[in-house]
């Protein structure tokens, strides 16, 4: 099994238990590309960046583009003031 398809299965698996309400009108994440490099900035500022459903979409297909491109050798990951690491993920109410 591949580590692409592992990693896209754990954002699914991820994904399922976030909540996916949208917070504000501009994206959650932004993408940019400079040169080998690919960026993402995490935008949601009111939840200090903890991801959700949308965010871990948005960023699964971006960066399994970005895997797929023989351009794209370094990604990069910002957010202002905030970054989520990974533990800070905003579940569902039950």
């Not at 754990?10 to 080998?36: C, D, G, I, K, Y």
């Not at 490099?37 to 500022?45: E, M």
């Not at 699964?60 to 993920?89: Q, R, Y």
């Amino acid at each position: 099994m591949s580590s692409t398809s592992s990693a896209a299965r754990r954002m699914n698996q991820l994904a399922a238990q976030m909540s996916t309400e949208a917070t504000t009108a501009e994206p959650s994440v932004l993408f940019r590309e400079h040169f080998a490099s690919r960026v993402y900035t995490l935008n949601r500022p009111n939840k200090l960046n903890a991801l959700d459903h949308d965010m871990i979409k948005a960023l699964s297909t971006e960066i399994e583009k970005w895997d797929e491109s023989d351009l794209c050798n370094v990604i990069v990951g910002t957010g202002k003031k905030h970054f989520c690491a990974g533990g800070d993920v905003e579940r569902k109410a039950p």
